[in-house]
């Protein structure tokens, strides 16, 4: 299993940078996950439009989904479109997105899959298992499972015990870290500091912590000293490019 990060950046992209958007590969299949602002231009530096075999986004906020709509209009638009495209989201967070345009311009580029957090899914060779997390809409992390690899990622959460669940045993988690330290306290329930990140890392006894979704303007190498405090394991940041090979 092979992730490749397309963007970290939390509520807006940074100049030069993108919004959450991770490329997930295994046995030539190609998930994207949560496809946020500015993904798709790094998306298709390294694949073709009609090389994503699905897409699974965990909510609908537009740091999420918003570039499902360039992806689509980039297969839907052309002599030749591909089949469509497997889109599978918690209900009607994609409703806004796929508003954006004209009633049915885009309606043979996809088939919208809607799932209840909880549910378990078949995601080509993926197993994926979602759980509801906190956040300030319905948000669903989802541990994908591939062979013997294990990707547990979070979307947007404040700390729960299952995140913690949803993580168990995993080879690499990517978690949620808008803030290095300290969450303003209108936030607490809805996101995760870095120092939060690392404390149920630990606890979840995964392998291998990425933090992403860090705002712009935080600073990096803090957010994992923070995450450091608290769990012993290799940390990284998501930074548009970082590929991480599970097996």
Partial sequence: MLLTILGG???????????????VEHDGFRLLVDPGYATVPRLLERVAADQIDAVFVS??????????????????????????????????????????DRPGMLADAYVLREFTAGDRLGIGPFDAW????????????????????????????????????????AHLLLHE??????????????????????????EAGVRHLVLTHLQPGTDAVAAQAAAGAGYDGEIGVAVSGLAVDLS
């Fill in 59 to 100: 909510h609908g906020h537009p740091d999420h989904c918003a570039d499902l709509n360039p992806l689509l209009r980039a297969r839907a638009l052309r002599d030749d479109p591909p089949a469509p495209l497997p889109v599978y989201s918690p209900p009607g967070a994609l409703d806004a997105v796929l508003a954006l």
């Fill in 130 to 169: 979602t759980r509801l997390l906190p956040h300030s809409v319905p948000n669903a992390g989802v541990r994908l499972t591939a062979g013997d690899r294990v990707l547990a990622y979070t979307g947007d959460s404040g700390p729960s015990p299952d995140v913690v669940e949803l993580a168990r045993g």
């Fill in 9 to 23: 950046c939390g509520a807006w992209p940074g100049a030069g940078q993108a919004c959450s958007g991770y490329l």
């Fill in 177 to 202: 870290a808008t803030y290095a330290d300290r969450v303003p306290e209108g936030s607490q329930r809805h996101l995760s500091s870095a120092r939060e990140a690392g404390r149920q890392a630990k």
